[in-house]
């Protein structure tokens, strides 16, 4: 266990963690936009920043790339801080206008106008703060690489290779479901999911031959057997309906009711 | 041909000696960027022809960069025990009258710059003697630009050919190596370089020392030593000038810190816009994998190591450490969150330690004089030299390499000439876009890293650029934001969009537009951006805007109370 101080108290930590962590468990309330649990830590968002006053390289920086080390001691929402957060936030809302997320973050920390140039759409649409969530999870844990940025500076966008149809995306829908401001939209037709965000990447759904509905898209099924060569066939031919059903008809044929 | 002992070296020096001296004429050409800017390549080509009829057997070789630029093309001929004399601006159409002049043992006097009679080069016990004659002619140590430099670093700069590893070892190259490697302590490497007090030429001027130490005691299957070669400062072309002109002893300090840090393989990273850096680095590295310094068991260690050259694609940001270990590894240059730190943790997770060009080139020199000769070099907190790239409105050009300490009257002044017309000069422009103005009733400032960082400026990488009143400071600020903003990554919302703010103001005071609630509001943004940014760039891109505000508050007011550019540059307020 490793001992470090928060605001001059004592905290346990283990080896592992960084300060984000620990600052989560301890109940401190910390706003993060490209922190996820499930990603590697990408310091991109700067809305996590402590100041470390001893223990370590002196100054502000991103507690979620921070790793926990020994009487390492931290401070909190110091002036600075406090400052540089406010600020952050007047420029995430000329980012993301459109987001609601966005805006009820700039206003717990008291901030409702920006001086900041709005795009009407910025390069990457009106929600989209390019915290890199939907390339990370996309890349990182699924390893299909569908998304990523393009260009650089303010025209930085977060798209397909060459703005064009993905062949490589599955439509498993695991971008939209990080995505910390709804900037990610999906239509999802009887048949076909469309993946609007992604130049409308359109994935064919496999519907329950029972029940007729959509169970997930093609080539995610086909991904996920590919993964797991022994799963159940039935998982991917029955909808979570039909399922239930045929277990509750095998139950009563059994008498186990 | 491998070089396994002293006396293999010793063998190969001799032949080196034979090329540097080889007991008849011999005229070399500056063939560095600078030189064949100002047409050194079609001297070459001119003398390569009429040689052959004038002087049959004369020799005609290249050289690299002697540091002052602003008199290329330079060009040495050397007869047997005479002492080297140096041509300056010498232009294709010079060629005849300078060879009807060499072929009758006699000198162009109206082209001559100075003479050389020895050519000292703190590797070897004594220096290299050339001869002795020409009375008339000034030695180089009593020209102004030279008489007050210390040239470690660009020792044989100019002098030597940087296709030559001969040449290289004729002057004492690659017996530190030797020496280091028979000693075969890589604890010895690192604490000598602990005591010589080097720190990072980079800018940053972290202890070297310390950096390989950290490195030195993590175990790892692999371990990296990379050589950060991206020089991407406008104005700044120290590490072009110390590649092209004597590649070898960047290879030698390599392979004694790839040694030093346990490293199996090196990389040297060089920006794409340096093809001559490439090509000369390329061949040199065939050099010295011929004569067995990089392969396996080198000199008959057990120490084996190579080195490899991955190119940049244009970026700035990939000068910045992170982003060039994730460019090295294949992703697009984007910084990494630091901490973790690369000695412990950079590429493919391996421990890797990133070192500037200077720093590398510092090393076989520490090696051959010690740590106690290199720390009696320079100031209390900041030991060796300094090349500088001394540019901008001032009279004398060029790479200038002084003790750490030196101030900045004596480099601008009495290295540089002073303005250029009689002009005043007003301020310099030290680091490049990561650094800031410093204004000349400050320059008995020391340039050392502590007491430009306290000035609101940095070292930076070396670029020094001279502003007399003919140029207008806001003006510099904006273009110097206008280019980090442009090379912003855009992974980070503080530089992404707070630089691009602060372009806007600096846009809108320099056409009359601005008002004084929006000069405090770029300090504001400045001082945001500055904490905020994951990275050095976007950290240290405000400096410019901040040093600037702080020492020339009255040039922004003129601009935006009487809408008037003092020194007449801002078009729209003309």
Known sequence: ?257 | MKIRTFFDLERIRAKGISFLFPGKLKISVGMGSCGIAAGADAVYEKLSETMKTVVPEGILNKTGCLGFCGEEPFVNVSMPHKPLVIYHRLLERDVPELLEHVMRGEHYRQKVFCKMDILENFMLPKALRFGDGYPDFPSIHDTPFYSKQKRIVLRESGVIDPESIEEYIAVGGYASLLRVLENGSSEAVVKVIQNSGLRGRGGAGFSTGVKWDIAHKLTSDLKYIICNSDEGNPGAYMNRGEVESDPHMLIEGMIIGGFGIGATDGIVYVRTEYPLVVERLRQALEQARYYGFLGKNICNSSFSFDIHIICGAGSFVCGEETALIASVEGFPGRPRPRPPFPSENGLAGKPTVVNNVETLCNVPVIFAKGAKWYSSIGSESSKGTKVFSLVGDVKHTGLVEVPMGTTLKEIIYDIGGGGIDGRKIKAVQIGGPSGGCIPSHLFDLPVDYESLQGSGAIMGSGGMVVLDEQSCIVDVTKYFLAFTCGESCGKCIPCRRGLEHMLYILDAICDGRGSMEQLAELMEVAEIVRITSLCGMGQAAPNQVISTIRYFKDEYEVHIKERKCPAGVCKSLL
Not at chain 1, 51 to 62: D, H, K, L, N
Not at chain 1, 91 to 97: K, N, T
Not at chain 1, 116 to 124: G, I, K, L, R
């Open chain 1, 1 to 257: 266990m490793i001992e470090l101080y928060v605001n001059g108290v004592a905290y346990q930590a283990r080896e592992e963690d960084t300060v984000l962590r620990v600052l989560q468990r301890e109940g401190f309330d910390i706003p993060t936009l490209c922190y996820h649990e499930a990603l590697k830590p990408f310091g991109a968002c700067r809305l996590c920043l402590v100041e470390v006053v001893s223990g370590g390289r002196s100054g502000i920086t991103a507690s979620c790339a921070l790793p926990v080390s020994q009487g390492l001691s931290i401070k909190l929402d110091t002036p600075d801080i406090v400052r540089a957060r406010k600020m952050l936030l007047e420029m995430y809302l000329a980012e993301a206008p459109q987001s609601q997320q966005i805006n009820e973050l700039a206003e717990k920390y008291g901030v409702t106008r920006t001086r900041f140039v709005h795009a009407d759409t910025s390069a990457s649409g009106s929600r989209c703060v390019l915290c890199g969530r939907c390339v990370r999870v996309c890349n990182e844990l699924l390893g299909l690489g569908a998304i990523n940025y393009t260009g650089r500076g303010v025209s930085t966008s977060i798209s397909t290779p060459w703005h064009e149809a993905s062949d490589v995306c599955i439509g498993c829908g695991a971008c939209a479901y990080v995505c910390p401001t709804g900037a990610i939209e999906i239509t999802d037709l009887p048949d076909l999911r469309i993946m609007e965000t992604w130049q409308r990447t359109a994935l064919i759904i496999r519907n329950c031959k029972e029940t007729k509905q959509g169970i997930a898209t093609e080539k995610g099924i086909d991904l996920l057997y590919k993964l797991l060569p022994d799963l159940p066939v039935y998982l991917g031919e029955l909808s979570a309906e039909a399922r239930r059903t045929f277990i509750a008809t095998g139950m009563k044929l059994l008498n186990r009711t």
